[in-house]
T-cell receptor, first 113, second 116 residues
Framework: GNSVTQMEGPVTLSEEAFLTINCTYT??????LFWYVQYPGEGLQLLLK?????DKGSNKGFEATYRKETTSFHLEKGSVQVSDSAVYFC????????????FGKGTLLTVNP | EAGVTQFPSHSVIEKGQTVTLRCDPI?????LYWYRRVMGKEIKFLLH????????ESGMPNNRFLAERTGGTYSTLKVQPAELEDSGVYFC??????????????FGPGTRLTVT
């Protein structure tokens, strides 16, 4: 079955620092890849996604590129803000329409002013 | 538009008791999913409903767990009898039914279940 491995953290950065959270996956076939974010007290929200190799997903200044050759989908942001503090989950999809999500363990990001 | 809601937000029960978790999906979403996160582990898929039908329940851990979605609206997940290892956060998600392609799952805030 599918599996996702991501940097566990916690990660603590100062405002305006560069962020990278590593994510690698194993899967049969060609899964879609996702990054979800969970802010305190809220549900998971889709941050960005990529559906095929070399696709780049982007949203709110975050980016991730689907790298089939390295089976990776690393999350990056050039300048983090305090409001980016949250838990970030990498996920892959399987099943028809990729409905069955396989998640990594999550990475807690804290951004200090 | 209201998001996915879950009730209760937190439940503390003793081993051997029964607990029922409820999920109200976004109105009009035919697809409903249950996931759970046991402490320190990944969020794991439990099952998928399309309307009132169970499409995939491959992630259900054992027969102490029963999920229902009568009428294709809200869903309940019953744990009976609860064991210590059932403690964790139970997430519900829903999505619109789109033919082909990917579709976004909208998650609720989760129910934190503590079995003592």
């Amino acid at each position: 079955g599918n599996s996702v491995t991501q940097m566990e953290g916690p990660v603590t950065l100062s405002e305006e620092a560069f962020l990278t959270i590593n994510c690698t996956y194993t899967a049969t076939g060609y899964p879609s890849l996702f990054w979800y974010v969970q802010y305190p007290g809220e549900g998971l929200q889709l941050l960005l996604k990529a559906t095929k190799a070399d696709d780049k997903g982007s949203n709110k200044g975050f980016e991730a590129t689907y790298r089939k050759e390295t089976t990776s989908f690393h999350l990056e942001k050039g300048s983090v803000q305090v409001s980016d503090s949250a838990v970030y989950f990498c996920a892959s999809g399987s099943g028809g329409s990729n409905y069955k999500l396989t998640f990594g363990k999550g990475t807690l990001l804290t951004v200090n002013p | 538009e209201a998001g996915v809601t879950q009730f209760p937000s937190h439940s503390v029960i003793e081993k051997g008791q029964t607990v029922t978790l409820r999920c109200d999906p976004i109105s009009g979403h035919d697809n409903l999913y249950w996931y759970r996160r046991v402490m320190g582990k990944e969020i794991k898929f439990l099952l998928h409903f399309v309307k009132e039908s169970k499409q995939d329940e491959s992630g259900m851990p054992n027969n102490r767990f029963l999920a229902e979605r009568t009428g294709g609206t809200y869903s309940t997940l019953k744990v009976q009898p609860a064991e210590l290892e059932d403690s964790g956060v139970y997430f519900c998600a829903s999505s619109q039914r789109l033919w082909g392609g990917d579709y976004e799952q909208y998650f609720g805030p989760g129910t934190r279940l503590t079995v003592t």
